[in-house]
């Protein structure tokens, strides 16, 4: 990432030669897959919205914002019409679906389509893969605007940047994205995927 670079060219390796390659997402895999068929084949509810959160670890991970999500699902808890889908979670509520950690690229991509946002909130990035991949399968994000995530997520185009560590600002962020009209969210969805195949492509890394 530029902001990797950054620390670099400030670090004991200033002097060297020093590149930037963005990583690569695989999207022969990672690309959209039709929201209602996905949900029936992951069988989730289609009436409801789908916040999507993958923490490797759970919330033992503290560079995941683990406490974070935490915190959206309590905000939640009055909305019937929302479920929290955690990947790698061990939240409790019963409003979240917690799932193992999925490696198969796959699966996820599924889970990516089916969501209706990614909720990401790591306090430290040095790249953001899971952000590209699901913004790959045009799924909106909302994170903290730290690191390197700046540089995938614009907030207004393809997603939401809320204040670094600031959980209501957070929330109000997730909110705000789930108040828009289906219309506007897929919009934004489909500018995640252009800034993916224009940057963040296995091809442009390996060139």
């Known amino acids: 990432s530029l902001w990797l670079k950054s620390k670099v060219q400030h670090s004991l390796l200033s002097s060297k030669n020093i590149h930037l390659i963005y990583n690569g997402v695989n999207t022969d895999v990672f690309k959209p897959f039709p929201k209602n068929q996905a949900r029936q084949k992951l069988d989730i509810p289609l009436g409801k919205k789908v916040i999507l959160a993958v923490i490797k670890n759970g919330q033992s991970n503290p ?11 309590d905000a939640f808890t009055h909305r019937q019409d929302v479920v929290f889908i955690c990947i790698g979670g061990d939240f409790i509520s019963e409003q979240v679906i917690n799932l193992p950690f999925i490696e198969n690229e796959r699966t996820l991509t599924l889970y ?3 969501s209706a946002v990614l909720l990401h909130p790591s306090i430290a ?8 991949e699901a913004m790959a399968c045009r799924l909106p994000i ?15 185009t ?8 600031d959980s209501a600002d957070l929330i109000a962020k997730l909110k705000l994205i789930l108040s828009l009209s289906d219309e506007k969210i897929k919009n934004m969805g489909i500018n995640g995927e252009n800034k993916v195949q224009s940057n963040f492509t296995l091809d442009i890394m390996v060139n």
């Open 142 to 156: 909302i994170s903290f605007e730290t690191g390197s995530i700046p540089e995938l997520v614009e907030t207004g």
């Open 112 to 114: 990516y389509s089916a």
């Open 125 to 132: 990035e040095t790249f953001g893969l899971t952000i590209a």
């Open 158 to 165: 393809n997603g939401f940047l809320a204040k670094y560590k």
């Open 63 to 73: 560079w995941k914002g683990g406490n974070f999500i935490n915190e959206a699902i």
